[in-house]
């Protein structure tokens, strides 16, 4: 693994220290390592691996987009402030936000955007199998909501993108939400 990649893995494990998954107790680090791997096999360069990797920092922890760009530069912090939320806004307007970004944006950021929600939307597979219907008890937004969100990512997620160069887990997460709010 490259220097900037185990940087930014470290980063991201110490700020997202004894932070937990929702609806489980599993560390939160799992997930932007997940991401970032998604994000490798699919060949993606080291700078958006490592928004990958850091992709919850300044939404979840009190590091600020400056930190990141301090650290691992101006193209890192464009993608990682790309998929940032602000949490003073409602969850619908964050939500939408994102599916605008997911519309507009160039493909590293898509990527970093599917990636993410593949993996969420995984860790909400597993959840249901284990705890069924009441998994969506730990979400702001129910079923009906989670279900808008992410089938509205997939509508949008290939605009703009040439098919050759779609990644597989394009495909992935599209199965994952046809699967998950089938009904």
Same mark, same amino acid.
Request: proline share 2%.
């Given at each position: 693994?490259?220097?900037?990649?185990?940087?930014?893995?470290?980063?991201?494990?110490?700020?997202?220290?004894?932070?937990?998954?929702?609806?489980?107790?599993?560390? @939160?680090?799992?997930?932007? %390592?997940?991401?970032?791997?998604? #994000?490798?096999?699919?060949?993606a360069s080291k700078e958006?691996?490592?928004?990958?990797? #850091?992709?919850?920092?300044?939404?979840?922890?009190?590091?600020? %987009?400056?930190?990141?760009?301090?650290?691992?530069?101006?193209?890192?912090?464009?993608?990682?402030? /790309?998929?940032?939320?602000?949490?003073?806004?409602?969850?619908?307007?964050?939500?939408?936000?994102?599916?605008?970004?997911?519309?507009? /944006?160039?493909?590293?950021?898509?990527?970093? %955007?599917?990636?993410?929600k593949l993996d969420n939307?995984? /860790?909400?597979?597993?959840?249901?199998?284990?705890?069924?219907?009441?998994?969506?008890?730990?979400?702001?937004?129910?079923?009906?909501?989670?279900?808008? @969100? @992410?089938?509205?990512?997939?509508?949008?997620? #290939?605009?703009?993108?040439?098919?050759?160069?779609?990644?597989?887990?394009?495909?992935?997460?599209?199965? #994952?939400?046809?699967?998950?709010? /089938?009904?």
């Open positions: 693994m490259a220097a900037i990649l185990k940087k930014a893995q470290s980063f991201a494990d110490h700020a997202h220290r004894g932070q937990k998954r929702k609806s489980s107790n599993e560390d @939160y680090i799992v997930h932007p %390592i997940r991401v970032a791997r998604t #994000l490798e096999e699919a060949g958006l691996i490592c928004a990958g990797y #850091l992709h919850d920092v300044v939404e979840d922890t009190s590091y600020e %987009i400056d930190d990141i760009e301090r650290e691992f530069g101006a193209k890192v912090r464009r993608l990682v402030a /790309s998929h940032t939320e602000d949490k003073t806004k409602s969850w619908l307007e964050r939500k939408s936000l994102t599916i605008e970004t997911v519309k507009q /944006s160039d493909k590293e950021v898509k990527f970093l %955007i599917v990636a993410d939307l995984s /860790s909400i597979e597993n959840d249901r199998q284990r705890l069924g219907e009441e998994v969506w008890r730990f979400f702001k937004a129910g079923y009906d909501m989670q279900k808008w @969100y @992410y089938q509205s990512v997939d509508k949008y997620m #290939l605009d703009g993108m040439p098919p050759q160069e779609t990644p597989e887990f394009f495909m992935s997460y599209r199965e #994952l939400v046809q699967r998950v709010f /089938s009904s």
